[in-house]
């Protein structure tokens, strides 16, 4: 009898429809691709589930200051989310939106079970919502002021609002956390929820919103949208189809095996989430594992702050598969990591290029020149064979371990060892030497033999990454590809017939392709300024009304009630006096003593902070940098600035 295959479900956090995702959004997805492959390659029956979380504030807000609908907005940035998944080559059996007809309403009897299960009651919400992450919190979580995410200002807000009773849950999530440490990997996640959330106390959350219509309806109140996290958690069941009439796939793959998330969204995961199925009787997901974030000089890449990174520009450079093993490869999943060009470009050159590229392409050369082209074992074997055949043999368990537990870093480094360990045997055995003695053909043979065998089981083993090299080396080499488990088995192909293929990773000069993407950085900075709006026009007249002169900085010091502000005495020549200035952030006092500076000298005087300020410099500024407006040195003090 044919046994029916295991399932194994796994899923992406969905994404907020944004005009660009960057490489940081990729890596979740390529993550989720590369187990998902893994999976099916072992056997497993796989479900993989990705898709878009289309509701909420932020995307109404975008929607109305571009002048179209929510929905216009969403679709078309939903085909270019679509597309970008597909030059990854990422595999998602299905791709869910949280506008799709069954999503909503499935949300929307979700919402009623659980209103009439009493963990849903109507009240009234106070506090404060980060409308960028779409979340609330209360007062003591703020961070000074702003959002302790993001570190955004958060808008307080009043309204009648539905409640899910979280705190209910309290204990059983302790306990779930506690006593079941597989739930929630890395295993430092777990003291983050329970230090920061469980063992504080939970507080009910609010679940419906007013103040704006862009959400599910709430069947029975229909001026109350449900609150988006509630919206978007249930995807990952109503995808299977839950509550509705199709439901055969939710009874196959539901729990989900793991949900893969970004860490500032596992307090969703591990606690929101896990409550909402305690309360609606289903079973618990049987992992939330929450990876660290990709970040770019320091901080985490967001569009606000101007540093995001390309995916499609980097595909369309190095190719898929040098990005795809990239992200795997740099940075151990579950802590955060640095994405640079430079460790990019040493990466495809050092292991793609220089160790698995050259590998085979010496090989197929090698076989060519002094076997035409085909190679059979000739088990004429040497000690050396030995350890390249035993690390062949071992390698494929020691990557399962890894994969199993998303090592994939460590993963690659190990088939990268088997790789490197290939490289060797060729100086270790000097074909080219043994091709000049005909005594030594049939080892000559073995020894290719055994090159293009552990080039197949490497080759075998990366596929999960690497979705495209795999498939071009077997077909250099002449091997089928065979699938995961062929890895696992030496020796299984008996001959080899090798056809010379593309170059496949091009080695890339270091220095000049770092000049170039600085150049391209710059001038795809100078093309996204936009124009700023405009001032009312004036005239020569009302400038001249402005007395702008020339002062020097002759002491500085800090304003102790005021982190923002210095107070500075300046010199004019003809007189002194005191300008209060908000430049703290940018300046120390020390090192404004003695700078010649401009200044506003006609401008009405006014209190700050309890200090009397007598003009105003003038700052070149934008949202990030801030300098202060200086003339040469030897520019008289008093002089006019016209
Ligand atoms: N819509 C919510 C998820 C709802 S799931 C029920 C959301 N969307 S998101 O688009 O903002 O983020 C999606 C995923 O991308 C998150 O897991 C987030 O952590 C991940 N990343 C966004 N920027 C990232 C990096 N720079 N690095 C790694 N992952 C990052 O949150």
């Not at 074992?377 to 030995?386: G, L, M, R, W």
């Not at 030497?433 to 490497?458: F, G, H, W």
């Not at 002062?551 to 102790?560: G, Q, R, S, W």
Request: net charge negative.
């Amino acid at each position: 009898m044919k046994m029916a295959k295991e399932k194994f479900y796994i899923t992406t956090p969905i994404y907020y429809p944004s005009d660009k995702l960057h490489i940081g959004h990729s890596y979740c997805t390529v993550a989720a691709d590369t187990i998902a492959r893994y999976k099916r390659a072992q056997g497993y029956d796989v479900m993989f589930l990705t898709g878009t979380d289309e509701h909420g504030q932020k995307i109404q807000r975008i929607a109305q200051e571009r002048g179209v609908s929510p929905q216009e907005y969403v679709d078309n940035i939903v085909k270019g989310i679509k597309d970008l998944w597909k030059m990854l080559d990422i595999t998602n059996d299905r791709f869910i939106r949280t506008t799709d007809e069954m999503h909503v309403k499935a949300v929307q009897k979700i919402f009623n079970t659980l209103y009439e299960k009493g963990d849903i009651y109507k009240s009234e919400y106070e506090g404060w919502y980060c409308t960028p992450c779409e979340s609330f919190w209360t007062e003591h979580q703020l961070v000074d002021g702003k959002c302790p995410d993001c570190g955004r200002s958060v808008e307080k807000t009043k309204e009648e609002s539905y409640f899910f009773r979280l705190s209910k849950y309290q204990d059983r999530l302790i306990d779930l956390i506690k006593n079941n440490p597989d739930f929630l990997q890395p295993s430092i996640r777990q003291n983050e929820m329970l230090n920061n959330f469980l063992i504080p106390g939970l507080e009910d959350l609010c679940v419906s919103r007013t103040s704006f219509d862009w959400g599910i309806p709430v069947e029975f109140d229909p001026k109350h949208v449900v609150y988006v996290w509630l919206d978007a958690l249930t995807n990952y069941i109503n995808a299977l189809g839950a509550f509705s009439d199709d439901d055969a796939d939710f009874k196959k793959y539901w729990p989900a095996d793991v949900h893969l998330v970004g860490k500032e969204i596992v307090r969703f995961h591990s606690i929101i989430w896990p409550a909402m199925l305690m309360a609606l009787d289903l079973p618990l997901p049987k992992q939330v594992y929450g990876h660290g974030w990709l970040l770019l000089d320091g901080g985490k890449m967001s569009k606000s702050k101007g540093n995001v990174v390309d995916p499609v520009t980097l595909i369309n450079k190095y190719g898929v598969d040098a990005i795809r093993y990239f992200l795997m490869r740099e940075m151990p999943f579950g802590a955060d990591g640095v994405f640079n060009n430079e460790a990019l470009i040493n990466r495809i050159n050092s292991d793609l290029a220089n160790d698995l590229g050259n590998l085979v392409s010496r090989t197929v050369s090698m076989v060519e020149k002094y076997f035409g082209g085909t190679v059979t074992n000739k088990a004429v074997c040497e000690d050396v064979d030995n350890e390249l055949i035993t690390l062949a043999n071992e390698t494929p368990a020691k990557v399962e371990e890894l994969m199993d537990s998303f090592q994939f870093s460590q993963a690659l480094a190990e088939i990268w060892k088997l790789i490197s360990r290939t490289n060797k045997y060729i100086d270790e055995t000097m074909p080219w030497a043994l091709s000049k003695e005909e005594a030594k053909k049939d080892r000559l043979q073995t020894v290719m033999y055994n090159l293009c065998e552990a080039i197949r089981i490497a080759a075998e083993l990366i596929a999960p990454v690497m979705t495209r090299t795999t498939p071009a080396i077997l077909m250099q080499i002449g091997a089928k590809e065979r699938g995961w488990n062929s890895a696992k088995t030496w020796g299984i192909q008996e001959s080899f017939t090798v056809t010379k293929g593309d170059v496949l990773f091009p080695r890339i000069d270091v220095e000049a392709e770092l000049k170039a993407i600085e150049e391209e950085a710059a001038k795809a900075k100078e093309a996204q300024i936009e124009k700023p709006e405009s001032k009312e026009e004036i005239t020569i007249d009302d400038f001249c009304k402005t007395e702008l002169r020339v002062a020097k900085v002759i002491a500085c010091e800090k304003i102790k009630k005021a982190k923002k502000l210095l107070k500075l005495q300046l010199d004019l020549g003809y007189e002194k006096r005191q300008v209060v200035s908000g430049i703290a952030q940018y300046y120390e006092p020390d090192d404004l003593i003695g700078k010649k500076v401009v200044i506003v000298a006609n401008l009405k005087p006014v209190k700050l902070c309890g200090e009397d300020s007598f003009g105003m410099i003038l700052c070149a500024a934008n949202d990030n940098q801030l300098s202060i407006v200086s003339p040469s040195d030897d520019m008289e003090i008093g002089s006019e600035v016209r």
